[in-house]
């Protein structure tokens, strides 16, 4: 690995875990010293529930803005991908600002519904040129509409039964686990985007560790899920990952609550079974394309078949 490959992994993976951790870190600090003088204080529920979601969304949009160097006066596959951060970012922040109990599942739902929609119209408008237009291609992207909304509220479960740290550290066994499969699907800007976004995750579950029985917030579960569905239309959909690699990708948000089954269990235990669950699931789809990522990581030449998501 020479420098310059040492200094684009430092950036695509330093920089993001910096930035999520950051603006996670203002968010609890700013929350803790105006709770402080008003434990009842409005502001502070709000800085709290701003800090994770602003913090991924950030760097989510680093990593493409910077590490893609994506063209949004041409905007690419990658460039409309933005949008829908942008979006998931923009209603989660809106949700952190509302603090009545009844308005804020319907902003965060009509927002998910809003996001779903365009991810599905994207997804038709790319796959119908490379599959014939029929029943089965309006099943699939109906399919995917499907599963978002039920991946949506299956986060919405960890988040109420977790803290910040062991939810944090739950979604970021998925990229982890899962970028060699993700990289052998031939969308190579992927499995970039996870690295940075596994990042991004660590850094807020570090600032957790600090501001202990804290809440990730139901805003970095829609950003999360806006991810995965990126990592379906583009490995599945528009380059080669097979159809049971996007199964088990698509199984993960569920296979998470298993441990929740048993609520009276030690809340470390279930964290460790949640993840052995995940590294379980991901390492098997990951396993055979393994050595040949990790060449690709250490500058050994190795690349992936295709590069349509770059």
Known sequence: MNSA??????????????????LSFIGFWSASLVS?????????????????????????????????????SSPSASAK????IIAAGAFAVLE???????????????????IVGGVLYFQYATIRNRWDAGVETIAWTA??????????GALDVLVKRSNLTSTALSLAAVP?????AIFAS???????????????????????????????????????????????????????MPRWHACVLAAVPFLMLIPELRPKMCRHRRLAIRIAIIAGACVAISWVSA????????????????????
Not at 143 to 152: N, T
Not at 198 to 209: D, E, K, P, S, T
Not at 291 to 310: I, R, V
């Open 186 to 240: 031939g969308a190579s800007a992927q499995w970039q985007i996870a690295l940075g976004l596994f990042a991004a995750l660590v850094g807020i579950a570090i600032v957790g560790m600090i501001f202990r029985e804290r809440s990730i917030g139901h805003g970095v579960g829609t950003i999360y899920i806006v991810w995965l569905s990126g990592v379906f239309v583009s490995g599945h959909f528009l380059s080669e």
């Open 176 to 180: 982890m686990f899962a970028m060699p």
């Open 143 to 152: 399919g995917v509409g499907l599963w978002m909304l039920l991946a949506f």
């Open 36 to 72: 402080r003088k008003d434990e009842h204080s409005k502001l502070a529920k709000r800085l709290e529930r701003l800090g994770p979601a602003l913090g991924l969304a950030a760097a989510y949009f680093y990593i493409f803005a910077f590490i893609q160097t994506v063209s949004f």
């Open 5 to 22: 490959q040492l200094r684009e992994g430092l950036l695509g993976v330093a920089a993001p875990g910096t930035i999520a951790a950051l």
């Open 81 to 84: 991908q933005v949008y829908f």
């Open 96 to 114: 952190a600002l509302l603090i009545r109990a009844k308005v804020q599942p319907t902003v965060r739902w009509l927002g998910r519904l809003l």
């Open 291 to 310: 050595p040949e990522f990790l060449d690709a990581l250490t500058g050994g030449g190795a690349k992936s078949k295709l590069d349509y998501y770059g």
